[in-house]
């Protein structure tokens, strides 16, 4: 069966009100949530950035719901922190969390005041960053001296079992690489035959952990309020990819984007006030082999999506791709 999870976007809503909305999902019907961890919003208009980690310790203990979250060791959190905080949540709710990990975006990752380096470098110093991660959760002391530098590190509380560490990653690319360490992979939403073939790259590599798939929409009891929220929230969808990394301030993407228009920034997700489309669109995705989708209503009013969604989706879309 697949599972149906709820995103909560810390770029678009206070923490507290984030902290409602995945209780809410949970009475909805949602089966697990995940969470960003940005420093920064995408925009100027989301105007909200809270601190996913003590977040997550507040969802954990108000829900049942295994929860994970997207997050960048390396640069803004040195390996040996980020390992701490994966094992103490992973110790205190066992079999709950995950955590996927992802060589970074400029955007939360320049207030360090080190340089930002080149993809090819953040993809090294990421596979560095999950050794010395894995060594730390298995109890090892640890010192490194490459791109990532550390200092006889050692995690002392420790769960019985350490959190599954997925990759983040959008390319077939990346999705191969991801097989040879990631416990799983998660990406976001593409065009059907992209999506197939990041599938098949990660399990043709080796890859046999679960496959998640983030999908941003747009829900309104209306088409054209659904596609006016999408424009104002979600228009840096429209900035690609490779550059989305590097800008460095919400300013940028605003600036970059200026112009967009709701048809445009419509083109980049499901923007609709029927849940039939809905639920069709992610059918779709589960018919992939897809185990995890994780639905991230780009608004900033969660409660009619879920309402909704548990309602009218999440019912037939968790015995999709069966």
Known sequence: MTIVGFHASHEQLPPSRLLQAVKHAEAAGFDAAMCSDHLEPWSIRQGHSGYAWSWLGAALEATSLPLGVVTAPGQRYHPAVAAQKLATLAEMYPNRFWAALGSGEAINEHVTGDPWPEKEERDARLVETVDVI??????????????????????????????????????????REAAAWADGVITVDQPRDALRDFVAAYRDAGGDGPIAVQVHLSWATTDDEAIAI????????????????????????????????????AGTLLASADTGRHLDHLAGIAELGVDRIFLHHVGTRQEGFIDAFGEHVLPQLKGAGQ
């Open 230 to 265: 999408a424009h104002d929230q979600w228009r840096q969808s429209l900035v690609p990819a490779h550059l989305a990394w590097e800008l460095d301030r919400p300013e940028d993407f605003d600036a970059r984007t200026a112009d967009a228009t709701p048809d445009q920034v």
């Open 134 to 175: 894995r060594r730390l959760l298995a109890g090892e002391e640890v010192t490194a001296d490459g791109l990532v530098r550390v200092d006889r590190a050692r995690v002392w509380s420790l769960p019985d079992v350490p959190p599954p560490l997925l990759a983040a990653a959008v390319s077939t690319e990346t999705a």
